[in-house]
Structure formats: structure tokens, C-alpha cells
């Protein structure tokens, strides 16, 4: 995209319009409601325009907007009777990431994911969604609580990586998440993994290996950030753009790849620009995977999921 500040203002002023034009049909009717249908189209033949010339780099940018669904939005759209579980049980509650029992649509079944938060504050609590060891403890924890009672398991996936801070390591980040692949892969319930916004590394696999991997249509699922890859192969982070066209770290890519399994709708210009239609499709989309699911005995969904990942990074010349 040549000039990200250009459509932005484009959209804006659309926007803006239309609601002036909706307001005035409102009060007036007439030919107000077929200036707003006009102005409506126009709208979207625009976004349209914009999302069609959406580099790598642009959806980089998309999925990381601070206005996307987080896990708690998700946790009481989505869901209900959402009850958190706090604590890994060895060092402390990490609200890096969250998670507890809910329900999908009446059925009972294990919610977890990374905790963005909204605020300054919320985010510096919970880290800007990037986990110490202690959060992927507690995910194992909850994930074996779920394998006990036969409850299938969501994650949400939204980080920018596990954080890498003296802290982590000593406390044992490559050990939590290393176990984490390990013990996922041995569960014999349902596992449903659900890329919502940035999925960054070892950090994003740490709560991702399902039997089904999704992913909005402007995330992103890489193994380092465009940023990081820019530093070490160019030694400047200006080149993270190219970095970022280099990592095929969008939907269509990795489904082609067959590192995930389908891509779930969000609007043109950002799952931020309509949360609650975003929350919708991911939900609706939850409940057919999960039903999919559901008729499998343990050891069959243990097997594929095993399948599933070993196949990975195979390719012929």
C-alpha cells in the first residue's frame, strides 16, 4: 500500500458522511435514504479497493491494533458462564494469559488464551500478552484439568511472543513451553486453536497445537516477528516490511502451507472496525469444528493431531 494515511483518512471521511446521511434520513426521509445506499456502496467498493492492494506488512499491522477483540471480549461474546482459574501452581497467577471453564452454545468446554489488555494499565499487568513460564503452566494445568473431565479445550492465540526476560528463562520459559507441545499432544479431548490477532512464535505454539488450527483472515502466525527477522538477516529493522513479504506469515499462505486449517472471515479493513461481527463468525465457526470433533473416541483425536504436526515443513523439490 503506498500511503496507509491516505485510506485511513478516505475510510474516516466516508464513514463520517454516511452516519451524517443516515442521521438525516432519520429525521427527514426522502431522497436522504438513497444518498446514504449510494454512499454505503461507495463505502465498500473503497475498503474493497484498499484490502485487495494490503501487503504483508499492512496486515502485520492489522492484527496488531489494540481495538481487535481480546480474550475477555471473546470469553463474554462467544461464550458463556465463562469461570476463570487463576494460578500455575508453582510460581504465580501470569495474567499473561487467562483462562477457565464456559460455555459454546450450552456445551461445556475449556477456554484459553492470551490476555491483551485494554488500558496502559491492563497491559502492563498482563505483560501486552506476552507470557512467562508460569502462564504456560497454568494453560497446562487447565488443559490436563479439561483432559481429566472430558471437556474439549479452545485457545486463543494473540502475543507477541513468550517474553524473553531474565525473569523467564530463569524460571524456565524453553522447559514450560517445550513441555506444553509435548503434553498437548497427548491429550485425548478435542483441541480447537484459534489464531485471533498476532501469533508470535514458540510463544503462539505454546498454547496452539490442536487438532484444528484457524486464523482470522488478518492475523498473523510467524516464527519471529517481521522486526526480529529484519535485525538478523539485514541487520536493519527498516527492512521489516520485506522481512515480513519473506516469512509468508498471512492466512492464505499458511493454508496453503497447511500449517493451519481454514481461515475464518473478519471485515475488509480489520477484525477492529466490526468486533462483534468478527466475534460472531469466530463463534459460528467454533461450533462446527467442535461438532466435527466431538464423535471422535481419545486415542483417535490424540493420533491426528500427532499426524498433524509431524507432517509440517515436509515439501518436495
Not at 499491522?61 to 461474546?77: D, G, I, L, M, W
Not at 525473569?167 to 517445550?178: L, N, S, Y
Request: net charge negative; charged share 25%; hydrophobic share 40%.
Amino acid at each position: 500500500m503506498t500511503n496507509k494515511k491516505d485510506y485511513q483518512s478516505s475510510i474516516a471521511d466516508m464513514e463520517k458522511a454516511l452516519q451524517e446521511t443516515r442521521e438525516m434520513a432519520e429525521k427527514h426521509g426522502g431522497v436522504f435514504h438513497q444518498q446514504a445506499e449510494d454512499i454505503a456502496a461507495e463505502l465498500q467498493r473503497e475498503k474493497e479497493a484498499w484490502a485487495n492492494e494490503f501487503t504483508a506488512w499492512d496486515i502485520v499491522q492489522v492484527s496488531r491494533n489494540p481495538k481487535r477483540p481480546n480474550f475477555h471480549e471473546y470469553a463474554t461474546e462467544v461464550f458463556t458462564d465463562f469461570l476463570e482459574l487463576k494460578g500455575d501452581r508453582v510460581f504465580s497467577d501470569d495474567q499473561a494469559i487467562a483462562g477457565g471453564f464456559a460455555r459454546l452454545q450450552g456445551k461445556p468446554v475449556m477456554l484459553i488464551g492470551h490476555n491483551k489488555g485494554r488500558t496502559i494499565t491492563e497491559n502492563v499487568e498482563r505483560n501486552f500478552g506476552s507470557a512467562y513460564p508460569d502462564g504456560y503452566r497454568k494453560a497446562l494445568r487447565l488443559m490436563k484439568l479439561a483432559d481429566k473431565f472430558n471437556v474439549p479445550i479452545i485457545t486463543l492465540i494473540d502475543t507477541a511472543g513468550a517474553y524473553p526476560g531474565v525473569e523467564a528463562e530463569e524460571r524456565g520459559q524453553a522447559e514450560a513451553i517445550a513441555r506444553n507441545l509435548v503434553e498437548m499432544m497427548e491429550l485425548r479431548v478435542p483441541v480447537i486453536s484459534v489464531v485471533t490477532g498476532e501469533g508470535g512464535s514458540g510463544g503462539a505454539l505454546g498454547i496452539g497445537v490442536g487438532n484444528r488450527v484457524l486464523m482470522l483472515s488478518k492475523a498473523t502466525y510467524s516464527v519471529i516477528s517481521p522486526e526480529g527477522c529484519a535485525g538478523i538477516l539485514w541487520r536493519d529493522g527498516a527492512y521489516a516490511d520485506t522481512a515480513a513479504e519473506a516469512l509468508c506469515l498471512t492466512a492464505p499462505h499458511l493454508l496453503k502451507f497447511k500449517v493451519i486449517d481454514a481461515i475464518i472471515d473478519e471485515p475488509l479493513m480489520g477484525a477492529h472496525t466490526d468486533p462483534q461481527q468478527t466475534m460472531k463468525n469466530v463463534g459460528e465457526t467454533l461450533v462446527r469444528e467442535l461438532d466435527a470433533l466431538s464423535g471422535k473416541d481419545g486415542e483417535t483425536l490424540k493420533k491426528e493431531r500427532i499426524e498433524r504436526f509431524s507432517q509440517i515443513g515436509f515439501f518436495k523439490e
